[in-house]
């Protein structure tokens, strides 16, 4: 071969370029459109200020041959859903410019067009212009050799083998050598615009000729029959050639659409973006019988059935036959660090049962494809709520270390296992071209072929919507008889992972988390929406147990889950979102909030007489904790009897404490009098020491000293403090943190330091911070009888790419560490020996971090912070980033957070579970007596934590769900104060697995390390 395959690719596809225009049968431009009660056409400008437009036209569409297409290309200045007499038909965007309307060849249509001035990935589009509306007759066959000879071209291009390139060389060089277009200059001048390959050639030059769109091209028989002739040589030299490079690996194809639920676009216009997507899917069904299309996310569903009813039936139809298929089984693709174990439950819950209800069937295969990284809790969720495999690709993004397998077996931190799948295209990922370079190179990167010779591949253009193409169905058409391709399929994707789990016996195991060594700044990013997300997770557990005995509709209380879950998606949560997002999903969680609020408010009315010389406090939690509660301010007038201690506290209000124990699920009722309160007068002069019977505090410039007077030793090497740190992403601004931040440190000294308070109960001391215009004020506070230093922030953020972190060089020697999974906990190493650990430099973690040693461990606790840095024994723990993309003003303003510190004896982390329970779980108050028996559960077991208790989501019968927390196994007692006589473990979806043994509301669970265990009681 003369040429470099790159020389020859030119050569190729300015040879098929000037082809293009005779594809073009007739053009007729359709003018006069109405817009917003006027006339209309091509050139017209309209202001994006209000959004959507509405384009419409009558349109007369003429008959065509049967080996003819009646195309409409339109361009009305953004992305756009049209409807055909009413009905939603499809979508135009850049990708999308035109509709086949071929089956109303010979009609009368109303065509309309619901525009936005944006475009796919939420750019915006200033000024808007109608600029095309073309009415094209297609030759068909024309085209279809075109598509074929280009496919070829693309395949020469991309192939490793260099025998089959020659080969393909050959094939392209003759057959376009035989084909004949007209060459005369006044017919070439008509055909130049509409050649891709030469029309911006010549319309650059120093004075340019004027040229203009033809009418139409039409090929003398003669020159149309060199095309026809060419495509049945090429076809059966392409024939032999299969023989000769037979495929060696299948791959299961289907059209996909990534639509992110919101990102770089608010939530509204994700919900037209689906309309536009699913529609356009729907449409290709229509066209072609092979195609299949396969779609995430319940939510989505749902939008589409409120929105569109008549879209929404033509959807269920598809899945009844087959060639739509519902995937995930989740409300949403959602992120699953950040999440706690309840709210990755009520995924998957509220997600099947969508599918079961509306479409009659579950999902099995889990699809997160561009989710930030995966909790090991999830394998035992995924197999518990009826599902098997696992599909994502976002672990190829890894920035230093690549997962030796893309087909294993993962294992969860229970034992659960299901299939793990994923494909690396560096091009395109998820949203996959349907040509040669995008299916050979994922071929090639395939690494487990020798197990399994099949791999998957999804198609269409995503992450803003869009789908699959027309072109990418005819693509297939061709390519899947291409030697040297794989053997290509258009199936269902969880067929593919039946097959392999049929063999998946000799597949690797991976018994761990799986950590994207990417996107670690999401652990933080936009501090408040995971703050309000994590007060709504909790207020929905309180809703439901205070509602499962005072009685709720479970229908309600699905709605306001609805609504978190869709907050949890994978681009909202984590906060890389723009700001639009963030307004208004702070406004959803705030419904939230107050709903839940109320909620609980009306159970305790139900279930509290009206004596108002009596208070009721009630513990939600696991774990026994002392009487403590809060009078707000002055006005309080009563003082409770029997052995409480009180103090007025610095805001006004007084606390109060008794040594009196609450069980969990428990409640008490104290009487009170119209006594005054007597605070004990106190005096204290040393402004910088706090101590206990346990622990002296003392605070300084430098920051905080501990020394644990009961073990005689120092917490801390050093001083507890907090810096703020240069935060400049190489790429992703709200999505990523750089591995050397730590050379940017910028410790931050208090201009204040003051006792603010000191009482029977606590001591506190004020520590105020000024950075510029940030002003950070630390109330760090030493209770009596407690291990635990509180540090309460109140934070005034006004820092651009800056991160605010707070630094525990502990006084351990280990060289692991134990971070919080909500149910569970993972060990991970703090050492630094290779490029695995070395990437781990900022991981994600729940409540709390340990460090220990076999007789003593430090904890770190927190009420809402996720990002963790741990290094030998020095622990950051990030508590504020400012990016500056995609949202500006990310996290500016006010900020409230506790973090804590509690040493422990031991290596045992129960005391540090129950310490940062006691720490995010606060006891609940309400005036009268309580008419329940207390406590609601009695659980014979110190390491199960109640995860929900709440009524069934059929409405019969109550749900417990508890999960292992620690690692041990055993049998636990449980045992209620409301009556039940029956039992039943159940699945995640409420589902009967097998009935327990109940007497007198009593029952035995046998439970195995982390394991979440949903029972139904009846």
């Known amino acids: ?48 200020d209000s959004f959507p437009v509405y384009f419409s036209r009558e349109i007369e569409l003429p008959p065509i041959d049967a080996d003819e297409q009646l195309i409409l290309r339109n361009w009305f200045g953004g992305e756009s859903l049209v409807r055909i007499n009413g009905i939603t038909y499809g979508e135009i965007n850049t990708h999308h410019r035109e509709l086949d309307l071929s089956v109303f060849a010979g009609e009368v249509v109303l065509y309309e067009a619901d525009v936005v001035p944006k475009g796919l990935f939420g750019s915006s ?54 084909i004949r277009i007209p060459r005369d200059s006044s017919g070439y001048r008509k055909a130049v615009l509409d050649d891709p390959e030469i029309s911006g050639e010549v319309s ?59 990102w770089l676009w608010p939530l509204e216009e994700t919900r037209r973006k689906i309309l536009r997507t699913f529609s356009n899917s729907v449409r290709l069904a229509k066209k072609y019988p092979e195609y299949i299309f396969s779609q995430s996310s319940a939510a989505m569903y749902r939008d589409v059935m409120e929105r569109d009813p008549g879209l929404f039936k033509e959807i269920q139809l598809l899945v009844k036959e087959g060639r739509w298929e519902l995937l995930g089984g989740m409300w949403v693709e959602s992120d699953t660090n950040l999440l706690n174990g309840e709210s990755l439950v009520r995924q998957f819950l509220y997600g099947q049962r969508f599918f079961v209800e509306h479409f009659g069937r579950k999902c099995s295969t889990v699809w997160l494809p561009d989710v930030f990284g995966f909790s090991w809790i999830l394998p035992q969720i995924i197999r518990k709520a009826g599902m098997d495999s696992f599909f994502t690709t976002k672990m190829t993004w890894n920035e230093k270390n690549s997962l030796p397998h893309d087909l294993f077996v993962w294992r969860g931190i229970d034992g659960s296992e299901v299939i793990y799948h994923s494909f690396k ?194 513990n939600p939690s696991s774990f026994c904790r002392k009487l403590e509660f809060t009078a707000q301010g002055s006005k309080e007038p009563f003082c409770p009897t029997g052995e409480f201690s009180c ?62 007077k009961e073990h005689l030793r ?54 105020v911070f000024q950075a510029g215009k940030t002003r950070i004020i630390q109330d760090i506070s030493l209770y009596r009888n407690s291990r635990r230093v509180e540090v309460k922030n109140t934070v005034d953020w006004h820092m651009r790419r800056t991160m605010l972190r707070a630094l525990f060089p502990l006084k351990v020697l280990t060289r692991q560490a134990r971070y919080d999974l909500s149910c569970g906990f993972i060990t991970r190493p703090t050492t630094e020996n290779d490029v695995i650990e070395q990437a781990a430099f900022e991981v994600p973690g729940h409540r709390w971090v340990d460090l220990s040693e076999y007789d003593y461990g430090i904890s770190i606790l927190n009420d809402g912070k996720y990002g ?76 199960l934590r109640i995860m929900a208790f709440k009524i069934a989501e059929n409405g019969k019968g109550r749900i417990l769900r508890v999960c292992e927390l620690l690692g041990s196994r055993g049998t636990a007692v449980i045992r209620s104060t409301l009556d039940f006589e029956r039992a039943y473990l159940t699945n995640l979806l409420e589902e009967r697995i097998e009935e327990l043994d109940v007497s007198h509301s009593t029952f035995s669970l046998n439970y195995e390390p982390f394991g979440i265990y949903t029972i139904l009681l009846e």
Not at 714 to 725: H, L, N
Not at 896 to 922: G, I, M, W
């Open 868 to 943: 963790y840095g741990v290094r030998g024994c020095n622990v950051s723990l990030n508590l504020l980033r400012s990016p500056v993309f995609p949202d500006f003003t990310a996290d500016e303003g006010r900020h409230e957070f506790t973090y804590a510190v509690f040493p422990h004896e031991s290596c045992d982390l129960l005391k540090t579970v129950q310490e940062a329970e006691l720490l995010n779980t606060r006891l609940l108050t309400s005036k009268g007596s309580f008419r329940a028996n207390s406590p609601i559960f009695e659980v014979k077991a110190s390491t």
């Open 714 to 767: 120092d917490v801390f090497d050093g001083k507890a403090s907090i810096a703020i740190f240069k935060d400049i992403p190489s790429y992703w601004d709200a999505w990523d943190i750089e591995r050397d931040y730590r050379n940017t440190a910028e410790s931050l000294k208090p201009s204040v330091i003051k006792k603010t308070e000191f009482g029977p109960i606590r001591e506190t001391i004020r520590c």
């Open 425 to 618: 295209n560096p091009s395109n990922g998820y949203n996959g071209l349907l040509e040669p370079k995008d299916i050979l190179t994922t071929a090639k990167n395939f690494k487990d072929q020798d197990l399994f010779p099949e791999t998957v591949f999804s198609f269409g253009y995503g992450d803003g919507g869009g789908g699959p193409t027309d072109e990418m169905i005819e693509n297939y058409r061709f390519l899947k008889d291409l030697p040297g391709m794989p053997e290509l399929v258009m199936r269902s994707f969880e067929s593919y992972f039946k097959r392999a789990e049929e063999v998946s016996r000799s597949f690797h195991v991976h018994d761990g988390e799986l950590y994207l060594e990417l996107h670690r700044g999401t652990y933080t990013s936009q501090g408040r929406i995971k703050m309000a997300h994590k007060e709504c997770e909790d207020l929905l557990r309180l809703a439901e147990m205070l509602g499962a005995i005072s009685g709720y509709k479970p229908g309600e209380i699905e709605l306001l889950w609805r609504i978190l879950l869709q907050n949890e998606f994978h681009d909202i949560l984590p906060g890389s979102s723009i700001k639009e997002v963030y307004e208004d999903a702070l406004n959803e969680l705030d419904e939230v909030h107050s709903a839940t609020s109320s909620m609980v408010q009306a159970s305790f009315d139900r279930l509290t007489d009206e004596d108002n010389m009596k208070l009721t406090v009630f």
């Open 204 to 262: 650059a030059v120093w004075l340019p000729e004027e040229f203009t769109r033809s009418e139409g091209q039409r090929l003398s028989e003669e020159d149309h029959n060199t095309f026809t002739e060419a495509e049945r040589n090429v076809e059966e030299e392409l024939a032999n050639l299969k023989r000769r490079f037979p495929s060696r690996l299948t791959m299961t194809l289907s059209g996909h659409a990534h639509i992110d639920y919101a």
């Open 1 to 48: 071969m003369y040429y470099s395959k790159e020389s020859a690719r030119g050569k190729f596809l300015r040879s098929i370029g000037e082809m293009y225009p005779y594809t073009i049968k007739k053009r007729k431009r359709i003018d006069s459109w109405s817009f917003n009660s006027r006339r209309v056409s091509p050139e017209f400008k309209w202001s994006p």
């Open 647 to 708: 103090q007025l506290l610095d805001n006004g209000d007084t606390l109060f404490l008794s040594e009196l124990e609450i069980p969990p699920t428990g409640f008490v009722t104290i009487e009170f009098s119209n006594k005054e309160i007597v605070n004990p007068h106190t005096e204290y002069h040393d402004s910088k020491l706090m101590e206990n019977e346990y622990l002296t505090v003392e605070v300084d410039a430098e920051g905080i000293s501990v020394y644990d």
């Open 125 to 178: 589009i200033k000024e808007p212009v109608f600029s095309e509306s073309d009415l094209l007759i297609v030759d068909s066959d024309i085209k279809r050799i075109i598509g074929k000879l280009r496919n070829l071209i693309e395949l020469f291009t991309y192939t490793d083998d260099e025998v089959l390139a020659s080969s393909l060389y050959r094939i392209l060089s003759d057959n376009l050598a035989g």
